[in-house]
């Protein structure tokens, strides 16, 4: 039988971002939920960093995310941007 990937959907915006681009984290997540069904994907988590700056990678969920990475829990990461 084979094994479906395991994914982590990372959503993130900053406010900055939402005002400016529109894409909000309910949208980023319901279009990364249809790719990761139409690619036959396992979404292991959605992994959501509100409000915080793409500045650096000092983001608690980001950082969450790349330890479950690192545990081997997933193989890919999706992420709108």
Not at 18 to 41: F, N, V, W
Request: net charge positive; glycine share 4%; aromatic share 8%.
């Amino acid at each position: 039988m084979e094994q479906k990937i395991k994914v982590a959907i990372y959503i993130r915006v900053s406010t900055e971002d939402q005002a400016r681009e529109g894409h909000s984290l309910d949208e980023q997540e319901d279009r990364l939920k249809k790719l990761c069904d139409y690619k036959q994907y396992q979404i292991y988590k959605v992994y959501v960093d509100a409000g915080i700056s793409a500045k650096d990678t000092n983001r608690p969920q980001f950082q969450a995310m790349m330890k479950d990475m690192k545990k081997g829990k997933i193989n890919l990461i999706i992420a709108y941007k």
